[in-house]
């Protein structure tokens, strides 16, 4: 070969050479920077696919960085799958970042069956090795095993025990004539396109130390520090029918749904109450916290909180509302209706048919006693309850207002003062000091014979206003 050329040959290989010298840093003191050093994945359920996490690696220097190798150390079992810079597999060899860059690695899982009712706790390795040098991120997922349910139609009484959560994916039915009963401890998991619809009767009796959940399946973060336990819509709700009848729901946590508690008409007059709620808390709906048309309830010493609509919607009906918190800050939307919504009270205000003539059924009857309505935007559709069988007796009301025969005793203009921190995505509606709800309350007509509230802590008398018992500064609720 000519020498000229091999001159040529070596002069542009030490040129080559060079440029990849000036263009890549390949001192072991330049590593990548991760946007976490432990991914945190929440709690899962096993045997199905996980969302899909990201973190971040950033090149934070003035060249180039060469990760000569990115690969899951410990994951014998093919549990997590990843994708660097929009390539999947398992293992990376030579994976460049630009001076001041970054890439995205992506993960997903699919955890096998525990076989306990355990949570087990995983934490799985990726490392990067750049200049020599190896970085780790940790990988940590919580698994859990379920019981799945798909459509179910319950035409016998039927028990569910607690244990594993029950992952539910469509409808569950209880029929007309059976009885679908949840123990203490039990938690039912929705689905999207999940609900509840009760025909026959449904008794959830928890206990302030095993309380029954109805949640959506959703664990963890919608984006950034938004937690899913916020966000509304992730399944239907439940429906009674016509010929529901005998409905107890006692120490159990309703959250999550697209319609909270939705009552049609019974088919037959009832003197009865069609749901007898103790203790428990309805929260966080895309319509009403509760729906109830021309259906007796009764709800002592519970939470109904946070709707894009309405918290209650009643339409006729005969309603004990006592010592219950009635309270609105969804985040979202604008609010659609008032935290209380009333319907069909008296002959200038009844609800008609298609061709306009009046309805023939008992106007409403609602009495509120002891009980907080506060909160962002209206709080009773009817100001003037004159000529309605409407009373609100003994109620911390957040506007401003005057005492007359169906406000009666009422406590104007006051904040209860909440630990709710909304924009802080932190609600919690128990009392802080100096609430003017404690001890405010109607000693003749407390709590219905509850002795504790939904945590469990005692009453005393005269109670407090509202779900919760005041908790003294020494015991006050942790964040």
């Given at each position: 070969m000519n020498k000229y050329v091999i001159a040529i040959i070596f002069s542009l290989g030490v040129i080559l050479h060079s440029c990849i010298e000036d263009n890549f840093t390949l001192s072991p003191s330049d590593q990548p920077y991760f946007s976490t050093d432990t991914l945190k994945m929440g709690d899962v359920y096993t045997i199905e696919g996980t969302p899909t996490h990201r973190f971040t690696v950033i090149n934070p220097h003035d060249k180039a960085l060469n990760i000569s190798s990115i690969a899951l150390r410990d994951d014998d079992e093919h549990m997590f799958r990843l994708n660097v810079d929009g390539i999947s597999d398992r293992t990376f060899s030579n994976v460049e970042i630009r001076a001041n860059d970054s890439i995205f690695v992506f993960v997903e899982a699919t955890l096998p069956e525990n076989g306990t009712i355990e949570h087990n706790e995983i934490n799985r390795h990726i490392d990067f090795v750049t200049n020599g040098v190896t970085s780790t991120v940790v990988f940590n997922i919580v698994g859990q095993d379920a019981t799945r349910i798909d459509k179910l139609n319950i035409s016998n009484d039927t028990i569910f025990e607690p244990g594993l959560p029950y992952l539910i994916a469509d409808t569950i039915h209880v029929e007309a004539g059976a009885t679908l009963t949840l123990k203490p401890g039990v938690k039912l998991r929705f689905r999207e396109?999940?609900?509840?619809?009760?025909?026959g009767t449904l008794i959830s009796e928890g206990t302030s130390e095993q309380q029954i959940e109805m949640i959506g399946h959703r664990d963890g973060y919608v984006a950034g520090s938004i937690p899913y336990e916020i966000m509304s819509g992730q399944w239907g709700g439940i429906y009674f029918t016509p010929t529901s009848r005998g409905n107890r729901i006692a120490y159990t946590s309703i959250r999550n749904s697209n319609d909270g508690l939705t009552f049609d008409a019974p088919s037959e007059e009832v003197n009865e109450p069609i749901l007898?709620?103790?203790?428990?808390?309805?929260?966080?709906?895309?319509?009403?916290?509760?729906?109830?048309?021309?259906?007796?309830?009764?709800?002592?010493?519970?939470?109904?909180?946070?709707?894009?609509?309405?918290?209650?919607?009643?339409?006729?009906?005969?309603?004990?509302?006592?010592?219950?918190?009635?309270?609105?800050?969804?985040?979202?939307?604008?609010?659609?209706?008032?935290?209380?919504?009333?319907?069909?009270?008296?002959?200038?205000?009844?609800?008609?048919?298609?061709?306009?003539?009046?309805?023939?059924?008992?106007?409403?009857?609602?009495?509120?006693?002891?009980?907080?309505?506060?909160?962002?935007?209206?709080?009773?559709?009817?100001?003037?309850?004159?000529?309605?069988?409407?009373?609100?007796?003994?109620?911390?009301?957040?506007?401003?207002?005057?005492?007359?025969?169906?406000?009666?005793?009422?406590?104007?203009?006051?904040?209860?003062?909440?630990?709710?921190?909304?924009?802080?995505?932190?609600?919690?509606?128990?009392?802080?000091?100096?609430?003017?709800?404690?001890?405010?309350?109607?000693?003749?007509?407390?709590?219905?014979?509850?002795?504790t509230d939904r945590y469990g802590v005692a009453h005393t008398s005269p109670a407090d206003l509202g779900a919760y018992v005041y908790v003294a500064p020494e015991k006050e609720p942790s964040e």
């Open positions: 396109k999940a609900a509840m619809k009760v025909s007898r709620m103790y203790n428990s808390q309805v929260r966080n709906t895309t319509n009403y916290i509760i729906d109830a048309y021309h259906s007796n309830l009764e709800l002592v010493g519970c939470e109904l909180a946070d709707a894009s609509n309405g918290i209650l919607r009643l339409i006729g009906g005969t309603h004990v509302i006592n010592h219950c918190t009635i309270a609105n800050y969804y985040l979202f939307t604008v609010l659609g209706a008032a935290s209380i919504d009333l319907y069909h009270l008296n002959a200038e205000n009844c609800e008609v048919d298609e061709e306009k003539n009046p309805i023939n059924r008992p106007y409403l009857t609602a009495d509120f006693t002891n009980c907080i309505v506060y909160g962002n935007g209206t709080l009773i559709s009817h100001g003037d309850l004159t000529n309605t069988a409407v009373t609100i007796r003994r109620c911390l009301l957040g506007v401003a207002g005057e005492d007359d025969d169906n406000f009666i005793s009422c406590l104007w203009d006051q904040d209860p003062l909440y630990y709710t921190e909304r924009l802080e995505y932190h609600f919690d509606y128990r009392l802080k000091p100096k609430s003017p709800a404690i001890g405010a309350s109607f000693t003749e007509y407390d709590i219905y014979g509850l002795t």
